[in-house]
């Protein structure tokens, strides 16, 4: 029987399963007077859009780390690290506690007490996500290319395709919003939890002296769909990530590392950007026009050549006039595996705001993550997008970073132990 208090007085006992549409209907139906527009039917909720703050994932024991394959929760935290500390010892130290951490966090508990003792040290929990649950919290952790140099003893462990990215056209990037040795992708149902993983994280790298900050993102409203999921929307307003990788045949050949030692396979290459989107340059352009520029219906999400989000463009169909429909510096066209070798991505994409910048306009985009198995495949795609993608005149790429993903250790292991054996 559960106990009135100050939290829950009426005593019934709380569902943790909450839907966000049966929030937004209900909201809807308290209003006064005729809506402008009409709703979609209410009926029951999509899967995505039930949210069990209960929910967990497991750190240990699986092939690949959390967070990549895992259906992206509604919030992200992205942090990248600089190392301060020259010994390999202290930046083994840092995987392990970082792992046993995570391990914790994951499971919805803390990392320590919450009060810490004189001369404790780092094993102290912050405190904030008390009783907020796990919220299918994942952390992913990513080696960057500094980690494997000769300045840690690590040159001869360097993942074979690890490297910088290569200068890309349309890039603007600013520095401190680039690179970074170490990175943190914590993504959960609850912004809190994900941004409690990372303070805590980030105080433990600090504590040690082996690693500060470097540059940060706060996402929300997933902007990539999983397995199962519906298509979410960016904040251009159209629908992201349709053709996503999503099915196991496309995550083998194209996002799990094969080759190379053992402790390499079934990790992957991260890619971030920061992407900020001139929204108010947007905002006064025709529907039409950013049908143009995407290559898709606003509302439908269906290519200009089809009538269903899920309908395979047809880059060869022309007007009457023989202009494409799909116009030659449409997204989708430039985006899209047909006419890039066949290659794809594996997308990952929050929504991002940082207010108002100096001019007085929104300060907001898109936290682009991507997952692959050769950093060239992301190369090539956006050197395509970059050099005549008819959104470059409303983004803007601004922070840019790369980092190998070790595959998920295995319990009683850490995250890369097998570089100091």
């Known amino acids: ?147 494997f140099t000769d300045a840690y003893g690590l040159a001869q462990r360097k993942p074979a395709l690890l490297r910088e990215l290569m200068a890309l056209p349309s890039d603007t990037l600013k520095p401190e919003l680039s690179g970074g040795d170490l990175s943190l992708q914590a993504c959960a149902d609850d912004p809190q939890v994900a941004y409690h993983a990372i303070r805590d994280l980030a105080r433990i790298a600090k504590d040690t002296g082996t690693a500060a900050t470097r540059w940060t993102v706060m996402g929300f409203g997933r902007a990539s769909a999983g397995k199962g999921q519906s298509t979410p929307r960016n904040l251009l307003g159209f629908k992201d990530g349709t053709r996503n990788i999503k099915d196991d045949a496309d995550f083998e050949q194209f996002v799990w590392t094969k080759a190379g030692p053992q402790w390499e396979r079934h990790g992957t290459y991260q890619v971030a950007r920061k992407i900020q989107m001139h929204i108010e340059n947007w905002d006064t352009d025709r529907v039409s026009d950013q049908n143009n520029v995407l290559g898709r219906h606003k509302i439908s999400g269906a290519p200009l050549t089809g009538s269903d989000e899920f309908d395979t463009p047809d880059f060869g169909k022309k007007q009457a006039d023989g202009t494409l429909i799909i116009p030659a510096t449409a997204h989708i066209r430039l985006a899209a595996h047909e006419n890039n070798g066949g290659i794809k991505i594996l997308r990952r994409s929050y929504n991002y705001t940082d207010g108002i910048n100096q001019f007085g306009l929104l300060d907001a985009g898109l936290l682009f993550i991507a997952y692959m198995n050769d950093p060239a495949h992301f190369e090539a795609i956006q050197t395509r997008l970059g050099a005549s993608d008819g959104l470059n005149e409303y983004i803007s790429h601004i922070g840019s970073a790369i980092f190998f993903v070790p595959p998920a250790p295995q319990n009683g292991s850490y995250i890369g132990e097998a570089l100091f054996a």
């Open 1 to 147: 029987m559960t106990e009135k208090n100050e939290k829950n007085p009426s005593g019934k006992t709380p569902n943790p399963q909450v839907s966000r549409r049966n929030l937004l209907v209900g909201a809807a139906a308290g209003t006064i007077g005729a809506a402008p527009f009409a709703a979609a039917p209410a009926g029951a909720a999509a899967a995505e859009d039930v949210v069990d703050l209960t929910r967990e994932h497991a750190f240990y024991g699986a092939a690949e780390q959390a967070g990549i394959r895992t259906p992206p929760q509604r919030y992200a935290v992205y942090m990248t690290f600089d190392l301060t500390s020259p010994r390999a010892a202290d930046l083994q130290v840092l995987l392990a506690r970082w792992s046993g951490a995570i391990a914790q966090l994951m499971k919805g508990q803390t990392i320590g007490p919450v009060e810490p003792m004189r001369n404790s040290g780092v094993g102290f929990d912050t405190g904030e996500a008390l009783d907020l649950g796990p919220a299918s919290l994942t952390v992913t952790v990513g080696l960057g290319p500094r980690v």
